[in-house]
């Protein structure tokens, strides 16, 4: 587990954005990624439900985040993603890890992935899978 | 592990308008910077670093989202630091406070906000906060420094090693609780403000606060939920902020914290070596003096 110390020589805790966009209340899946990725040694903003691409990306830009999870159960999701994409390779934060999560029809995985999503969690994922792809593939900040 | 340059070219990036991705990387730099390896010039336009503490639940975080929306009306830049516990387990840290300034930051481009776990430092802050600070301070980019600290009891006071002014949040009815935290957090305290004014007992608690810190104290009463009594709130911290102006207040007041935050590196330059030697089997008092010996020449070479 990545921890940080006063002297400095463990990796820094990977930085993650949990955020929910647009009309979709239902919370409880967002909120149990953010804890599991907590307990797994990340520090994780939760910005909370009824977000837009630009707070979601003004959250991102101002931590400093290395990881931004969406966690969508609208069936919205390919319009934030996009969105998203779009504004994150305006900012020059195309490193950013992207995963979107929640209820996520299989057809639209690829489609996702082609926008620019780096990983697309649908029903049944384990909160494992998550935090080991993270540890793999998030960049360093 | 991280360069002086690094920090001033991000730094410097940021003032050449690259936005706030610039600063917050510089920030992270610090953040994962032990404090003995960032040094940081004074700024030379100070800016005013409130530190916003008091028990866990009083309402900083709603009150805080407010200060941002009164600031922000007056024309004023505003950083905010949220602080927010680690995990002592895991190292890792749900961050929250974002989630109750959202609303404040629409539409607000120079509002910057960052969260910062504590990362197994004491006292309600991160160990990097006063360096963070000092960064948004000499960016340039800020009228107000809004620190936020993890909720906290009666020895949390590491936040007066570091902010220009304290105001401590509470709530009526804590009765002993008031009590409790004089001797600890009242003392550093500069002014108290009474949040979720509207509840019953709100004005026995600002009575009891006047005649134990006396009628000089600033005593405030706010509904953060509301946005009741922030303006008076920023009016009295811009009349500090003025006062400690005049003179050499602020000079002083600075020279002051400077020394004891000197005094909390030192302790961390030391633990960070004291946690290597270990190998001896040495009696107690010449243990000490083997690490204090051992520091110093770490220290300067």
């Known amino acids: 587990m990545t921890s940080s110390t006063a002297d400095g020589t463990k990796a820094p805790p990977i930085k993650v954005i ?27 903003v939760y910005t909370g439900i009824y977000q837009t691409p630009d707070s979601i990306l003004r959250a991102v830009i101002q931590e400093d985040a290395a990881v931004l999870g969406l966690s969508s159960l609208s069936g919205a999701h390919m319009e934030y993603a996009k969105d998203l994409c779009k504004l994150l390779a305006e900012n020059d934060r195309t490193d950013v890890l992207f995963l979107v999560g929640g209820t996520i029809p299989e057809e639209d995985g690829e489609e996702l992935k082609q926008v620019g999503v780096t990983e697309v969690f649908g029903p049944g994922t384990r909160t494992e899978d998550i935090i080991n792809f993270i540890v793999e593939n998030a960049p360093e900040r | 592990m991280y360069g002086q340059t690094d920090i001033e070219a991000l730094l410097a990036e940021y003032r050449e308008g690259k936005g706030w991705g610039a600063l917050a990387r510089a920030i992270t ?3 994962n910077s032990p404090p003995w390896q960032v040094e940081l010039p004074t700024p030379t336009e100070p800016v005013q670093v409130v530190g916003i503490t008091g028990p866990p639940g009083a309402g900083k975080s709603t009150l805080t989202g407010r200060m941002i929306d009164v600031y922000a009306n007056a024309g004023a830049r505003v950083a905010v630091l949220a ?96 009590q409790a935290i004089k001797a600890g957090l009242m003392e550093v305290a500069d002014m108290v403000v009474v949040n979720m004014a509207d509840r019953p007992g709100a004005r026995e608690t600002v009575r009891h606060l006047r005649l134990s810190m006396g009628r000089e104290f600033f005593v405030t009463t706010t509904i953060a939920t ?11 911290l811009e009349e500090r902020w003025d006062r400690l102006r005049e003179g050499d207040g602020l000079t002083r007041l600075r020279a002051r914290k400077r020394a004891r935050e000197a005094a909390l590196v030192a302790e961390a330059w030391v633990r960070s070596c004291a946690d290597e030697i270990t190998e001896e089997n040495l009696d107690l008092n010449s243990a000490v003096k083997r690490i204090l010996e051992e520091a110093a020449r770490r220290w300067t070479t």
Do not use: C, W, Y
């Open chain 2, 226 to 236: 509301e946005g009741v009594g922030v303006p008076e709130l920023r009016e009295a």
């Open chain 2, 83 to 178: 602080i927010d516990p680690s995990s002592p387990i895991s190292g890792g840290a749900v961050l929250g406070d974002r989630l109750r300034m959202e609303t404040h930051l629409m539409g607000r481009e120079d509002v910057f906000v960052r969260s910062l776990a504590s990362r197994g430092s004491h006292g309600a802050i991160a160990g990097a906060t006063r360096n963070v600070a000092r960064l948004l301070e000499l960016s340039g980019a800020f009228d107000v420094i809004l620190i936020e600290t993890v909720g906290a009891g009666q020895t949390e006071v590491a936040i007066a090693e570091l902010a220009d002014t304290i105001a401590l949040v509470t709530v009526p009815g804590l009765g002993d609780a008031v």
């Open chain 2, 29 to 31: 730099r610090v953040e």
């Open chain 1, 18 to 44: 949990v955020a929910k966009p647009g009309l979709d209340g239902h919370d409880r899946g967002a909120k149990v990624v953010a804890r599991a990725l907590r307990d797994a040694g990340m520090e994780v």
